[in-house]
């Protein structure tokens, strides 16, 4: 009876070994390919980044029409990037989660700067003296409660 229990617990402890060979593989599989997913965006989210950033210099030669197309497609884009912004920050991965920032914040600033372009021919209107000292007036009445 002594020699079956030997041979029983050789037997589980081999099982044992193998399926922790077996989960230290797969653990180890898995980063490799978390890792390597991870750099995969990190690369794509960088290049996009850098695509965004390359069009900025081309808005000083940019007319009002080709401004308002581009202003058109970003408004496909929003939505979407709002969205991606929600898994991103789900994921939680900080080298993602930066780069991701960095690119919204060019594509902000494109879209501002195009913003620029279309309304840059637009009519300044002047802004009445009754609402410039509305306003004077109510920041004067609303100093004593800020200090």
Do not use: C
């Not at 229990?5 to 402890?13: G, K, R, V």
């Not at 408004?75 to 991103?88: G, N, Q, T, V």
């Not at 279309?118 to 509305?134: F, Q, R, V």
């Amino acid at each position: 009876m002594t020699h079956s229990l030997t041979a029983f617990d050789t037997a589980i402890s081999t099982r044992i070994s193998w399926s922790v060979r077996i989960a230290d593989f797969l653990k180890s599989f898995a980063k490799s390919v978390s890792d390597k997913i991870s750099a995969h965006i990190l690369t794509d989210i960088n290049d996009r980044t850098a695509f965004f950033e390359s069009q900025l210099n081309l808005i000083p030669d940019m007319s009002v029409s080709d401004a308002e197309q581009r202003i058109a497609m970003l408004r496909k884009i929003l939505p979407s990037m709002e969205k991606l912004d929600a898994a991103i920050t789900k994921f939680n991965h900080p080298n993602i989660s930066q780069s991701f920032k960095l690119q919204k914040k060019a594509l902000f600033k494109l879209e501002a700067k195009l913003h620029q372009v279309i309304n840059a021919d637009s009519d300044i209107i002047e802004t009445p003296e009754y609402l410039k000292s509305g306003i004077t007036d109510l920041g004067l009445e609303s100093l004593p409660t800020q200090l």
